[in-house]
C-alpha cells in the first residue's frame, strides 16, 4: 500500500499539471472504487479550478472554488498517470483541464477512495476527524509522544501505526525510524524514555523526507505520477532485509506483530 512519502510524491506531481488549472472535463468509466464514486463528482468538479493541493496522512487533496475538496486514497495499487499514451482499462476517473493535460486515477484491484469534501469541513470529516498529528508538522514532539505512550504497555511500534497517535506512518518508515533511533519494536510504549522519544521525532522526520526526496519505496505496483519507481528502498536499513547484516554485523530479524512483518537489530535497538 503507499504510505505517506508515497501520496506526498503523487500530490507534488499532480499539482504541477493540476493547480490552478480549471478542470475541463471530468470520465468515469465506471460506478465505483471500494465504494460508490460521489454521485455529484462529475456535476461538481467539471468547470471548477482547482485552488490548492495538499496531503492529510494517507490522502491526498485537490482544492476547488466550488468549496469542495475532492479526496482520493490509493488503496493497495492506486496511483495517477499524468499524459498516459494511451487509455488503460484501469483508469476509472480520468481528468482533463483547460489548457489539454491528462491525468488518470488507475487502479488495478479497486480499494482506493474517491471523496467529495466542504473544504471548510475537512479537519471534521469522519476520517480526519480523530487523526493525531502530521509527521512533518510542528504538532509531533517528544512530548506528544510521550503523553501519548504515558502508562501504555502496547508495543511501540503499534502505538506509531495508530493514526490516532500520529496521522500516516506505515509499517516501513515506522521500522527504519525505530532502527535508526535505537528502540526495539516491541518494548512498552509507556517505558520508552524521553530521552529516547527526543530521537524518535527526527528519525521519523528524516526517513520521510528522504524516502519522499526519492520518489517513495516501490512497493508492488506502486509509481509516481509519472510512471518512474520509487527508489527509496535502496536505502532501507532493515526493513525487508531478514537475515542480511545490519551495519553493526548483527543479522536483521524478522517477526509478526498486528499481523505485519517488524524488522529490527537486537543489537542495535534496545
Known amino acids: 500500500?503507499?504510505?505517506?512519502?508515497?501520496?506526498?510524491t503523487t500530490v507534488r506531481g499532480l499539482a504541477r499539471f493540476l493547480d490552478g488549472e480549471?478542470?475541463?472535463r471530468v470520465t468515469l468509466n465506471r460506478a465505483d472504487l471500494r465504494?460508490?464514486?460521489?454521485a455529484d463528482l462529475v456535476q461538481t468538479l467539471t468547470g471548477a479550478r482547482v485552488t490548492g493541493m495538499g496531503r492529510?496522512?494517507?490522502y491526498g487533496l485537490i482544492e476547488t472554488d466550488r468549496e469542495r475538496t475532492m479526496v482520493f486514497h490509493l488503496g493497495m495499487s492506486g496511483r495517477w498517470r499524468i499524459e498516459p499514451e494511451k487509455p488503460d482499462k484501469h483508469d476509472h476517473l480520468v481528468l482533463e483541464t483547460g489548457s489539454g493535460h491528462i491525468l488518470a486515477l488507475n487502479d488495478a484491484r479497486r480499494f482506493g477512495s474517491?471523496?467529495?469534501?466542504?473544504?471548510?469541513?475537512?479537519?471534521?470529516?469522519?476520517?480526519?476527524?480523530a487523526l493525531g498529528p502530521e509527521p512533518l508538522g510542528d504538532g509531533l514532539t517528544a512530548l506528544h509522544l510521550h503523553t501519548a505512550f504515558a502508562g501504555r504497555l502496547a508495543p511501540v511500534k503499534q502505538m506509531l501505526l495508530d493514526q490516532t497517535v500520529v496521522a500516516g506512518l506505515g509499517n516501513i518508515y515506522v521500522c527504519e525510524a525505530l532502527f535508526r533511533s535505537g528502540i526495539r519494536p516491541d518494548k512498552a510504549a509507556g517505558k520508552v524514555s524521553r530521552a529516547a522519544l527526543e530521537r524518535l521525532v527526527p528519525a521519523i522526520?528524516?526517513?520521510l523526507s528522504e524516502s519522499i526526496a526519492a520518489g517513495g519505496s516501490t512497493i508492488k505496483d506502486y509509481a509516481q505520477p509519472s510512471g518512474e519507481l520509487g527508489?527509496?528502498?535502496a536505502s532501507w536499513q532493515v526493513y525487508g532485509r531478514e537475515g542480511l547484516a545490519c551495519g553493526c554485523?548483527?543479522?536483521i530479524l524478522r517477526f509478526v506483530q498486528g499481523g505485519r512483518s517488524t524488522f529490527w537489530c537486537r543489537k542495535c535497538q534496545k
Open 231 to 233: 527508489y527509496f528502498a
Open 56 to 58: 492529510r496522512a494517507k
Open 22 to 24: 480549471r478542470i475541463a
Open 114 to 129: 474517491v471523496d467529495l469534501v466542504e473544504t471548510a469541513a475537512l479537519d471534521s470529516w469522519g476520517p480526519f476527524a
Open 249 to 251: 554485523g548483527a543479522p
Open 35 to 38: 465504494r460508490p464514486f460521489p
Open 1 to 8: 500500500m503507499p504510505e505517506l512519502p508515497e501520496v506526498e
Open 205 to 207: 522526520r528524516a526517513v
